[in-house]
């Protein structure tokens, strides 16, 4: 399975702080992409990065990826109350078009 | 573009009765999945569709079938609810291989009694 698997489980930090997250894999990928998901709703794509990427920004996101390590992490830099949610890593194999989610990492961050 | 939406929203059933999910998209895309997701497990992937007319099982598929019969529309069944279907269901759609990106819908909540 490529399912990734995000660390930690539970995340709380005050506003301002930087918040990280990490996800592991066990098979090669093609890419891995970042998922956020609110309470109650649906996922909403973050940030994709590729296998022949190492880092890649977007806003306060930052996105590392380590393919020797099979691992990814997501920094959310200045974090706000805004950013108070659960998130999900998928990595994907090339010509596969089935991604797959762990169980996420839940991030509250305090006002 | 409404992008992937779903009917219902919220749904109570009773044990043995049978219902249908509709999942919607207006983007043109090819592939469409449901995910289940319930406290502590993540999402869980029922059964996808790589195209119109086709589906394929996925990780729970046990208990739902489904049917892809015109491109923007994916329905998952539910022949005879059981409490274990209790959960919150999710749509999403990918617009072919090639696009990584899954669009998804904002859910189903459904309670099996």
């Known amino acids: 399975s490529q399912q990734g698997e995000e660390d930690p489980q539970a995340l709380s930090i005050q506003e301002g702080e930087n918040a990280t997250m990490n996800c592991s894999y066990k098979?090669?990928?093609?890419?891995l992409q970042w998922y956020r998901q609110n309470s109650g709703r649906g996922l909403v794509h973050l940030i994709l990065?590729?296998?022949?990427?190492r880092e890649k920004h977007s806003g306060r996101l930052r996105v590392t990826l380590d393919t020797s390590k099979k691992s990814s992490s997501l920094l959310i830099t200045a974090s706000r109350a805004a950013d108070t949610a659960s998130y999900f890593c998928?990595?994907?194999?090339?010509?596969?078009?089935?991604?797959?989610f762990g169980r996420g990492t839940s991030l509250i961050v305090h006002p | 573009n409404a992008g992937v939406t779903q009917t219902p929203k919220f749904r109570v059933l009773k044990t043995g009765q049978s219902m249908t999910l509709l999942c919607a998209q207006d983007m043109n895309h090819e592939y469409m999945y449901w995910y289940r997701q319930d406290p502590g497990m993540g999402l869980r992937l029922i059964h996808y569709?790589?195209?119109?007319?086709?589906?394929a099982k996925g990780e729970v598929p046990d208990g739902y079938n489904v049917s892809r019969l015109k491109k923007q529309n994916f329905l998952l069944g539910l022949e005879s609810a059981a409490p274990s279907q209790t959960s919150v269901y999710f749509c999403a759609s990918i617009a072919d291989g090639g696009k990584e990106t899954q669009y998804f819908g904002p859910g189903t909540r459904l309670l099996v009694l």
């Open positions: 990065i590729r296998s022949n990427e």
């Open positions: 569709s790589v195209g119109e007319g086709t589906t």
């Open positions: 998928a990595p994907k194999k090339g010509g596969s078009y089935i991604p797959t």
């Open positions: 098979t090669s990928i093609n890419n």
